[in-house]
């Protein structure tokens, strides 16, 4: 058989195909023919018949629908054909040449072969056609230090004594190992721990025998971990057991101890360590002063394999943390607060989906017993926290739904009275202003002031349908693309963009539908991803519809969080701006994916509440 | 009409008597004007040779491919070198071909005894023809004592008529096959081996027919 290296080299380029063997790709490059269409040319028609994959080798091909309309515009590299190809149908969409197109029709049994002979290939295929997401994530090769698991941080075989051993005797042989601490075994494991700390206060202040058995003044059955557990719960454990010293095991038999130091040795940037120094600051200076260590933390967390879930979690740690560290300082200054109340984070804070690129919008429940003069003090508060926040990176709300702005600022009253108003009376813009107030979430302060606000919302918007479907209706102000076309990406009006806003068309239009549908189910939860369970749960969306659009959601804050960490390390400032250049072939595909179940879904929410 | 020399050609041929594959070939159906250009056959061909005099040169190597139905059939993409009866000479570094590969090749009339079979009832397509042309003839005169009688297309003879015709004639380096290519969108290939390059003026053909909007074979001559 001649070979056509040309051709071979092509095909191995492409997404799915790079898959195959060089024999099945030698044998698909003879299995093509070449045709040449001018601009406007049809390639196929509605109800014709398809028997071949059209792979596009120049040029571009549009793809319309029974009435016409565009659904998708390729470039080279692309395919059409294969949903007929597949299910042995008719062609669906109707394809013409929007440029002069050079195309590869591969013959529809050397196709099928191929899936035959390669079961990824088929895969891919397959998932092209379902339109699923083709790939998860790739897991990164390059592990961060929290990431990394326990074990890696033992430094030498464990030290130990029997229990019977004399307190002197072991004494003297944690002064020749030179460690801090011993663990007691017998021949059955690990009985109990004894350390510097224990001899001080159990033996020497306590005025004991130094002759006495080791049994008798250690620390009975330690806690102990996993050699395979990650460090970061090590850490987790020790700090949240005040305790500086873990035994490491493997299925049950001790491998050796990992001390807090062998942490400050790894990584004195450890989160735990930022959140334990933002706790000891005194000023806002020296707090804004240590968020500059953020970035370098984020980008730690992003190379450790965070999800996007994690990540927001992780982030918003922090801002919660910094929050109260500088409510904590102005309270210092300003004296205790005249009557209770609750600050509370909005929007992405509230909902625990923070990005490396996020503003803040935050407000006050103050307590019904405020009194009028009041306010200048929690406005003073307020002033120190926005202050403090901005300098810290998290930007002045551009809509200014900040603490410092009095309309923010109220008692629990005129809060249930601003949402039961936004419910029940609802204009369509002032509605979409307030929109991020229904992710409301008390970060410090008295809870129950923002659960009774809660309460209020969840029993006025249940059931209201005139609400939810000018909610539903402002929600498709957020609107997935439809793909990409070259390094362009793709809108609906066949506009073409040079980059793909990840927040605006890919993350806020699956927020939006999750509130949505959890206010409809009577709920009020506030993450994303626990909406969509919820609403699954009271049955107002599909459980396998919940589960794509997490699996979308998932999908693009990876992409964001790889976006995001490349422009940290650069030095640069983040932000949701992804060029498609950046995008490989597999990528774009997933993206189309997670755009197109965004619709379905939107659909679905346009037809629910009768606005299709 | 078209074709009447060469149907005149082959008439004397066949009377003067030739062995096969050419006698075939003789006996073959030509083509008219109004043939459907989806019932035109056609053979993309291109040679690699030992110089640029045609006097002298020698075929190195050589690829092909058909056009049927308006599409470039690449399962019919053959390719083969020729072992020489002489040194490969100046050439052999412009090509990649080493002598030892050369040597590895195939029987010159063997070569050309398929290229014969192939051309039955098809017109012969080459970029730049003039050489191509000549050499085959010349390699058929000495097998079979007739030249090759089959009809043929220089894709840049095409070019040039047709910029001609809209009077504005360009220089003649932007008529060679790669530049020729990116004016109809047709991509860049890397390889420039006789087999790509024959592919990639099979290509251009049907990417100058779709232009002409040629529905006939005529339509693609003219």
């Known amino acids: ?612 | 009409m078209r074709f009447a020399r060469l149907r005149a050609q082959r008439w004397y041929y066949a009377h003067r008597g030739v062995d096969e594959p050419m006698r075939a070939l003789l006996s073959s159906r030509l083509p008219t004007d109004r043939t459907p250009l989806d019932e035109a056959e056609f053979v993309a061909l291109d040679i690699e040779t030992t110089g640029l005099d045609v006097a002298t040169a020698h075929m190195l190597s050589i690829g092909w491919v058909i056009v049927r139905g308006g599409r470039v059939q690449l399962q019919t993409a053959e390719s083969y070198i020729v072992r020489p009866s002489k040194g490969v000479g100046d050439s052999a570094s412009v090509h990649g071909l080493t002598d030892t590969v050369v040597r590895a090749g195939i029987e010159w009339g063997v070569v050309l005894d398929k290229v014969v079979s192939v051309m039955r009832g098809r017109i012969l397509v080459v970029h730049h023809a003039g050489l191509d042309k000549t050499l085959l003839d010349r390699m058929c005169l000495k097998r079979y004592g007739v030249r090759l009688p089959v009809p043929f297309i220089d894709t840049l003879e095409l070019e040039m008529r047709r910029r001609r015709r809209k009077h504005h004639l360009e220089s003649a380096s932007s008529l060679r096959l790669s530049d020729l290519r990116g004016e109809y969108g047709l991509p860049r290939y890397l390889a420039h081996d006789c087999l790509v390059d024959a592919i990639a003026t099979a290509e251009l053909l049907i990417a100058m027919a779709a232009h002409r909007r040629a529905t006939s074979l005529g339509g693609v001559l003219d």
């Open chain 1, 1 to 612: 058989m001649i070979e056509i290296p040309e051709i071979t080299s092509y095909l191995r380029g492409l997404p799915g195909f790079e898959r195959l063997d060089d024999a099945s790709l030698s044998a698909c490059a003879r299995a093509i023919e070449v045709a040449y269409y001018r601009q406007g040319d049809d390639i196929l028609t509605i109800g014709s018949e398809n028997r071949r994959l059209h792979i596009i080798r120049s040029g571009a091909v549009e793809l319309r629908g029974q009435e016409g309309d565009m659904l998708a515009r390729l470039a080279e590299g692309e395919y059409f054909g294969f949903p007929s190809l597949m299910n042995d149908a008719v062609a669906r969409n109707h394809s013409v040449a929007i440029e002069d197109t050079l195309v590869y029709h591969l013959d529809g049994e050397a196709f099928a072969r191929a899936r035959r002979a390669s079961e990824d290939f088929d895969t891919w295929f397959i998932r092209a056609l379902t339109d699923r997401l083709t790939m998860h994530p790739a897991p990164q090769t390059f592990r961060g230090a929290s990431g990394r698991s326990v074990r890696t941080l033992i430094s030498r075989p464990p030290v130990s004594v029997g229990p019977e051993v004399s307190v002197r005797e072991a004494t003297k042989k944690m002064v020749s190992e030179r460690v801090s601490a011993m663990l007691v075994t017998n021949g059955r494991g690990v009985q109990g721990i004894i350390t510097d700390r224990d001899i001080r206060s159990r033996v020497v202040a306590a005025g004991l025998d130094c002759s006495g058995s080791v049994a008798e003044m250690m620390t009975p059955n330690p806690i102990s971990l996993e050699g395979d557990a990650p460090a970061y719960e090590a850490a987790l454990v020790m700090m949240q057991r005040n305790i500086h010293h873990l035994p490491i095991t493997e299925e049950g038999e001790l491998v050796g101890m990992v001390s807090r130091s062998d942490f400050m040795r790894l990584e004195t940037e450890h989160p735990l360590y930022l959140v334990a120094d933002i706790g000891k600051q005194t000023t806002s200076a020296g707090v804004v002063e240590l968020s500059q260590r953020i970035p370098a933390l984020i980008v730690r967390q992003m190379e450790s394999d965070a999800s996007g879930e994690e990540l927001g979690k992780f982030i918003t740690t922090i801002t919660d943390t910094l929050t109260r560290q500088f409510l904590r300082i102005a309270q210092a200054d300003l004296g205790p607060p005249p009557c209770d109340f609750a600050w509370v984070a909005l929007g992405s804070q509230g909902r625990f989906e923070q990005s490396a690129k996020s503003d803040q919008d935050n407000a006050l429940v103050l307590s019904d017993a405020v009194e009028p003069g009041d306010d200048e003090y929690f406005a003073a508060l307020a002033k120190v926290v926005n202050d403090g926040l901005n300098d810290c990176g998290y930007v002045y709300c551009p809509g200014d739904v900040m603490a410092v702005n009095p309309k923010w600022r109220q008692p629990v009253g005129v809060w249930k009275g601003y949402f039961n108003r936004w419910i029940t009376i609802p204009e369509q813009k002032a509605l979409m202003h307030a929109n991020i107030f229904f992710d409301l979430r008390c970060v410090t302060g008295n809870t129950k002031l923002v659960d009774a606000v809660k309460t209020s919302v969840r029993k006025d918007a249940r059931n209201n349908e005139i609400f939810l479907s000018l909610m539903a209706k402002n929600a498709m102000a957020f609107q997935p693309p439809l793909g990409f076309f070259r390094q362009f990406v793709l809108e609906r009006t066949g506009d073409h963009k040079h980059t793909l806003d990840l927040k605006r068309h890919g993350i806020m239009p699956i927020v939006e539908l999750a509130r949505i549908r959890s206010l409809a189910a009577g709920e009020l939860r506030i993450n994303t991803r626990n909406r969509l369970r919820a609403a699954a749960d009271a049955g107002e969306i599909s459980a396998s519809d919940a589960a794509s659009l997490i699996d979308a959601l998932d999908f693009i804050e990876t992409l964001r969080i790889e976006h995001q960490g490349r422009q940290l390390q650069a030095g640069e400032s983040p932000d949701n701006h992804l060029s498609p250049k950046e995008l490989s072939p597999l990528v774009r595909q997933n993206l189309k994916s997670a755009f197109s179940q965004v619709r379905v879904s939107q659909a679905a929410l346009l037809n629910r509440f009768h606005l299709a």
